[in-house]
């Protein structure tokens, strides 16, 4: 997979682990080991957020 918040040239330097959340760009050394750390890289969230936008997804109160 290509990292979508640069410009990336090869795919595969960017991996998620559906599974367990864990990710790391590679080319960077940027990672991260749950899906709010990846919500809050990719969009450029504090993780406070992140988890707020994850909750909110899923249908679950989240209480800030």
């Known amino acids: 997979m290509k990292n979508p918040r640069r410009m990336d040239r090869r795919a595969g330097s960017f991996k998620i682990n559906?599974?367990?959340?864990?990710?790391?760009?590679?080319?960077?050394g940027e990672?991260?080991?749950?899906?709010?750390?990846?919500?809050?890289?990719?969009?450029?969230?504090s993780q406070k957020?992140?988890?707020c936008n994850?909750?909110?997804?899923?249908?679950?109160d989240a209480y800030e």
């Open 18 to 28: 559906i599974a367990s959340g864990l990710w790391c760009d590679f080319a960077t």
């Open 31 to 45: 990672g991260g080991r749950d899906f709010i750390s990846l919500g809050a890289y990719l969009f450029s969230l």
């Open 49 to 51: 957020q992140a988890a």
């Open 54 to 60: 994850l909750a909110d997804m899923i249908g679950v």
